[in-house]
């Protein structure tokens, strides 16, 4: 629908007040805003990309590999210079199915993306260096346009934040809980596990001996969420752990959490900035992906990063069989305990944190991009 929509961007933005200097738009809906910005409004265009810039090198280069290989859809490994070879799997799924319309919006963009006069990523430099540096250097795509690494990104406070720091709070649990013990489990706001799964992962956690917050969904809107924790993980499941782990159906603010010196792991699905509020706080990760968008990719950033663990035949494919709770004890007792995991998480926190400073890298970047409007 937004896309449909694009072509009265053209005369708003010519009729604002003051006038407009530049567009950023979402790279979602770059092939339909750029020609607007450039032909018709004569406005320098830029991009906000909010996945890695692994992706965004994948995004740019698919149109070669398309006309590399006389296709017109993803049809096996992909090599992107200076990236390396990207298997067929890693990218999203839909890809392979050249009548999807994500698949034709997915190419426009990745056609189109190469005439914007500048792209912002939420990632930063140390955590992605190479794929950074083969989209400056002209390697993915000669002339690729100017790639400004500005992240990571912080999320604004919210009305949520305030309301659920009372004395029953997520983090008022951890805060009675030793440094570096507790494992965190949530799997993001548009994912839902089935119950057979679900019921693996707690008695996974209950056999791991370590304590545990964990964010449990259901179904993928919240309102439509009805069942009772108690239902959901089976008869005892609550009394056996209570003290050591808490779960909860409620929103709690990740941020938060993963900056409380009492959580020491994060098994997360690799959302993009999941990824990023790990890094940034210096958490360990257990990448288990919860579909197959970017989340494999974004896995390879954590993996080549060196801050966590990518179990690649961990899935919530209907067609994958569970993952069983020995192995989830096991995996989470492992990289618990993996001081060579945890030290270099450290050391991305660091990188993370010296990134936004004045002076860092990514305060740099946005420095470098503000003069271009200017």
Same mark, same amino acid.
């Given at each position: 629908?937004?896309? /449909?929509?694009?072509?009265?961007? @053209?005369?708003?933005?010519?009729?604002?007040?003051?006038?407009?200097?530049?567009?950023?738009?979402?790279?979602?809906? #770059?092939?339909?805003?750029?020609?607007?910005?450039?032909?018709?409004?004569?406005?320098?265009?830029?991009?906000?990309?909010?996945?890695?810039?692994? *992706?965004?090198?994948?995004?740019?280069? $698919?149109?070669?590999?398309?006309?590399?290989?006389?296709?017109?859809?993803?049809?096996?490994?992909?090599?992107?210079?200076?990236?390396?070879?990207?298997?067929?799997?890693?990218?999203?799924?839909?890809?392979?199915?050249?009548?999807?319309?994500?698949?034709?919006?997915?190419?426009?963009?990745?056609?189109?993306?190469?005439?914007?006069?500048?792209?912002?990523?939420?990632?930063?430099?140390?955590?992605?260096?190479?794929?950074?540096? !083969?989209? /400056?250097?002209?390697?993915?795509?000669? +002339?690729?346009?100017?790639?400004?690494?500005?992240?990571?990104?912080?999320? =604004?406070?919210?009305?949520?934040?305030?309301?659920?720091?009372?004395?029953?709070?997520?983090? #008022?649990?951890? @805060?009675?809980?030793?440094?570096?013990?507790?494992?965190?489990? !949530?799997?993001?706001?548009?994912?839902?596990?089935?119950?057979?799964?679900?019921?693996?992962?707690?008695? @996974?956690?209950?056999?791991?001996?370590?304590?545990?917050?964990?964010?449990?969904?259901?179904?993928?809107?919240?309102?439509?969420?009805?069942?009772?924790?108690?239902?959901?993980?089976?008869?005892? $499941?609550?009394?056996?752990?209570?003290?050591?782990?808490?779960?909860?159906?409620?929103?709690?603010?990740?941020?938060?959490?993963?900056?409380?010196?009492?959580?020491?792991?994060?098994?997360?699905?690799?959302?993009?900035?999941?990824?990023?509020?790990?890094?940034?706080?210096?958490?360990?990760?257990?990448?288990? *992906?919860?579909?197959?968008?970017?989340?494999?990719?974004?896995?390879?950033?954590?993996?080549?990063?060196?801050?966590?663990?990518?179990?690649?035949?961990? =899935?919530?494919?209907?067609?994958?069989?569970?993952?069983?709770?020995?192995?989830?004890?096991?995996?989470?007792?492992?990289?618990?305990?993996?001081?060579?995991?945890?030290?270099?998480?450290?050391?991305?926190? /660091?990188?993370?944190?010296?990134?936004?400073?004045? +002076? @860092?890298?990514?305060?740099?970047? *946005?420095?470098?991009?503000?003069?271009?409007?200017?």
């Amino acid at each position: 629908s937004l896309r /449909r929509s694009a072509h009265l961007l @053209g005369p708003l933005i010519a009729g604002a007040t003051p006038r407009a200097s530049a567009v950023v738009t979402d790279v979602t809906l #770059a092939s339909q805003v750029i020609p607007i910005a450039k032909k018709e409004l004569q406005l320098p265009c830029h991009i906000l990309f909010s996945s890695c810039a692994t *992706m965004l090198s994948f995004l740019a280069y $698919f149109p070669t590999y398309l006309d590399g290989a006389n296709a017109d859809h993803l049809a096996g490994d992909v090599d992107i210079p200076g990236i390396g070879r990207i298997p067929v799997d890693y990218p999203p799924n839909v890809l392979r199915n050249p009548d999807s319309l994500f698949t034709k919006q997915f190419i426009a963009n990745g056609r189109e993306i190469a005439e914007v006069d500048g792209i912002l990523v939420n990632t930063f430099d140390a955590l992605e260096p190479e794929a950074l540096a !083969a989209l /400056r250097d002209g390697k993915v795509v000669p +002339g690729f346009p100017p790639v400004y690494a500005v992240g990571p990104l912080k999320s =604004s406070a919210t009305d949520k934040e305030a309301a659920h720091g009372g004395a029953s709070s997520p983090i #008022a649990w951890l @805060g009675e809980q030793p440094a570096r013990s507790v494992v965190y489990v !949530a799997f993001g706001n548009r994912n839902a596990a089935a119950l057979d799964q679900i019921r693996e992962i707690g008695a @996974g956690l209950e056999a791991s001996g370590s304590r545990f917050l964990w964010v449990v969904k259901t179904t993928v809107v919240d309102r439509d969420d009805t069942s009772e924790l108690k239902d959901v993980l089976g008869d005892g $499941f609550l009394e056996r752990v209570q003290g050591r782990g808490l779960v909860t159906k409620e929103w709690v603010d990740q941020e938060a959490v993963l900056r409380h010196p009492a959580v020491g792991l994060y098994v997360s699905h690799c959302g993009w900035n999941s990824v990023t509020e790990s890094a940034a706080c210096g958490v360990p990760m257990l990448a288990w *992906m919860m579909t197959l968008g970017d989340q494999r990719l974004v896995a390879t950033v954590i993996r080549s990063a060196g801050f966590g663990l990518w179990l690649e035949h961990w =899935s919530w494919d209907s067609k994958s069989s569970l993952v069983r709770v020995a192995e989830i004890a096991e995996k989470v007792k492992a990289v618990m305990g993996d001081e060579a995991i945890s030290a270099r998480a450290k050391e991305v926190g /660091r990188e993370a944190t010296k990134a936004v400073a004045p +002076g @860092g890298s990514s305060h740099r970047s *946005m420095q470098e991009f503000l003069a271009t409007l200017s």
